[in-house]
């Protein structure tokens, strides 16, 4: 993953994370990893529950980084929730099977695009 995360900022992709988990803890992994230098942003829920769905971490994670067209953001997760957050804010999904989610659910839940592999998700972009 780290070499997609690569190349796709040297192709220019903003790249920002939008997760469920609470904010700091989600900032605290990615710095572990040694991930955070491909991230323009890294939201997500507070501690007090202020931003309860993925919908509403994805609002967040885009005021904050001040992306005002939807139409230039692709969400790229592995649940319904990611999907279903996207398209509640007219964002164009990919669904990828390498995490929790199966084909059925991400289809059913109308992502655009879903995706086996790391490989195949560098192939689409």
Request: proline share 2%; charged share 25%.
């Given at each position: ?110 992502a ?6 790391v ?7």
């Amino acid at each position: 993953i780290e070499s997609l995360l690569r190349e796709a900022r040297q192709q220019g992709y903003e790249l920002m994370i939008a997760t469920s988990k609470p904010e700091i803890f989600a900032r605290r992994i990615v710095r572990h990893f040694g991930l955070d230098s491909y991230f323009s942003y890294v939201g997500g829920d507070g501690l007090d529950g202020e931003r309860p769905t993925k919908a509403d971490v994805i609002a967040y994670v885009m005021e904050s980084v001040g992306v005002e067209d939807a139409s230039q953001v692709i969400m790229i997760g592995d649940r319904k929730h990611d999907v279903l957050g996207a398209r509640e804010h007219g964002i164009a999904s990919v669904g990828v099977l390498y995490g929790y989610g199966s084909q059925e659910e991400l289809v059913g839940a109308g992502a655009n695009c879903v995706v086996e592999s790391v490989e195949e998700l560098r192939m689409l972009l």
